[in-house]
């Protein structure tokens, strides 16, 4: 089992910035992909951005050139520095892990809530 514990999460001002944090625990092994999603009310949860072990990383449309993902591999540890943001970003924004060694996984942090006020 896998234990994310995500932090940094709170209130801004359209235009300010925010980093997310995710350490990732437990049984680590065969973790490849980690990344954000996020859930806005009544909405489906999507995609924000994910990195690989490797330093890929793939960004949702509506975060380019805003958001930065990275990660401390060798803390198990993944950030999510988000500038210029907006009251569209407001949203509860889940943690992701993906095991694709061995058998495959999927584990999900707590959530933190991100408002982001006009």
């Known amino acids: 089992q896998v234990q994310l514990v995500e932090s940094g999460g709170g209130l801004v001002q359209a235009g300010g910035s925010l980093r997310l944090s995710c350490a990732a625990s437990g049984n680590v092994f065969g973790i490849n992909n980690m990344g954000w999603y996020r859930q806005a009310p009544r909405k489906q949860r999507e995609l924000v951005a994910k990195?690989?072990?490797?330093?890929?990383?793939n960004y949702a449309d509506f975060v380019k050139g805003r958001f930065t993902i990275s990660r401390d591999t060798a803390k198990n540890t993944v950030f999510l520095q988000m500038n210029s943001l907006k009251p569209e970003d407001t949203a509860v924004y889940y943690c992701?892990?993906?095991?694709?060694?061995?058998?495959?996984?999927?584990?999900w942090g707590q959530g933190t809530q991100i408002t982001v006020s006009s």
């Open positions: 992701n892990a993906e095991r694709t060694i061995g058998l495959w996984a999927n584990y």
């Open positions: 990195i690989t072990n490797g330093g890929s990383t």
